[in-house]
């Protein structure tokens, strides 16, 4: 059953996300909005794992999208997804990922650990894998250092040039 107010929540989230103002963000629980390609009859609420939520399909000439949409304790977390070819496998990762959408547990909240973008001297026999180690907590840290850093593999680094890293904190 579609009922008109989680047709309007929906076009009001989607629109919010449209107009650039982000991922997440207080949305009124009632604010009737107009989406390009949203296809009302498509809206649907549900709820799932405990949360209110309302998903939708909208299309434009060459792309399809499924937008999931949760509240939680006022606050909207929207997922986009696109793809060129509307499929099964496409709904399937949608309805996927909402349903694996959870509050987070003080646990989880404890394991969380702010990243920091700080710049390093190099010294003489400083390399690029010496300041990667500089990282230390950071996946991949030799190839994140190359990136942030505009360098390939392979490239040398310049002792007395300042290079960035990543710090965990």
Known sequence: MVRPQIVRDGARFLQRLRDGR???????????????????????????????????????????????????NGQV??????????????????????????????ADVAQVHTLKVKTVTAGPVDSADSLARKMGGVADATNLFYILNNLYPGDSVVAGQQYKVVVVN
């Open 22 to 72: 982000g991922d997440l963000g207080e949305v009124p629980a009632r604010l009737p909005v107009r989406i390009a390609g949203l296809d009302a009859n498509t809206v649907q609420e549900q709820n799932v794992n405990g949360f209110e939520t309302a998903s939708g399909v909208a299309k434009t000439d060459q792309w399809n999208f499924r937008v999931e949409v949760v509240r939680y």
């Open 77 to 106: 977390y929207r997922f986009i997804f696109a793809a060129r070819i509307d499929s099964e496998l496409f709904a399937r990762g949608a309805d996927q990922t909402i349903h694996s959408f959870r509050a987070a547990s003080p």
